[in-house]
T-cell receptor, first 113, second 111 residues
Framework: DGGITQSPKYLFRKEGQNVTLSCEQN?????MYWYRQDPGQGLRLIYY???????QKGDIAEGYSVSREKKESFPLTVTSAQKNPTAFYLC????????????FGDGTRLSIL | RKEVEQDPGPFNVPEGATVAFNCTYS??????FFWYRQDCRKEPKLLMS???SGNEDGRFTAQLNRASQYISLLIRDSKLSDSATYLC????????????FGSGTRLQVQP
């Protein structure tokens, strides 16, 4: 079954700790994206990548980092510099091209201990 | 002004009703448009793309008005299972290939 897998489903972070959210896709998509969603609000773009070994900042990249060493994988690290990390994190992928819709994983809920 | 604006609702309608949502976008160079559906505490799922000539998928009809820069979604014969938040999504060709999501319109279909 082709799709996007995010793990873990729930994650708790201690103050000052970095945590990494996993995103893997087997759809053979070149482009991958990370979004953050806060309660009652829309999705905000954190980082995106159009090709392996390349990625760009989105609207709210501060306090986050990513890597794209493999086509299938786009992990997101929430660093201690992100002071308000509690949110629903969504990973998406798509074919490259402005007319291509994005397909989402089922998300990771991050909370602060 | 937000790049993509939607009425947050909620829209409370009885089963069988017809309901319409509008969405406006600010970038006249936008080329691609989509409607996504998001259930509570779940990921967004693609409902339909929106084409220039308008398109229909069963009970759902999407329209695009480029002159006025708005997109609409019409749902006929509403079902209880249609209750969700509907996200208007636009690709803005501003040098980056990422979609911009509206905040969503919440629909609650009542029995």
């Amino acid at each position: 079954d082709g799709g996007i897998t995010q793990s873990p489903k729930y994650l708790f972070r201690k103050e000052g700790q970095n945590v990494t959210l996993s995103c893997e896709q087997n759809l053979n998509h070149d482009a991958m994206y990370w979004y953050r969603q806060d309660p009652g609000q829309g999705l905000r773009l954190i980082y995106y990548s159009q090709i392996v070994n390349d990625f760009q900042k989105g609207d709210i990249a501060e306090g986050y980092s990513v890597s794209r060493e493999k086509k299938e994988s786009f992990p997101l690290t929430v660093t201690s510099a992100q002071k308000n990390p509690t949110a629903f994190y969504l990973c998406a992928s798509s074919m490259v091209g402005g007319d291509q819709p994005q397909h989402f994983g089922d998300g990771t809920r991050l909370s602060i201990l | 002004r937000k790049e993509v604006e939607q009425d947050p609702g909620p829209f409370n309608v009885p089963e069988g009703a017809t309901v319409a949502f509008n969405c406006t976008y600010s970038n006249s160079a936008s080329q691609s448009f989509f409607w996504y559906r998001q259930d509570c505490r779940k990921e967004p799922k693609l409902l339909m793309s929106v084409y220039s000539s308008g398109n229909e998928d069963g009970r759902f009809t999407a329209q695009l008005n480029r002159a006025s820069q708005y997109i609409s979604l019409l749902i006929r014969d509403s079902k209880l299972s249609d209750s969700a938040t509907y996200l208007c999504v636009v690709n803005s060709e501003t040098g980056r290939r990422a979609l911009t999501f509206g905040s969503g319109t919440r629909l609650q279909v009542q029995p």
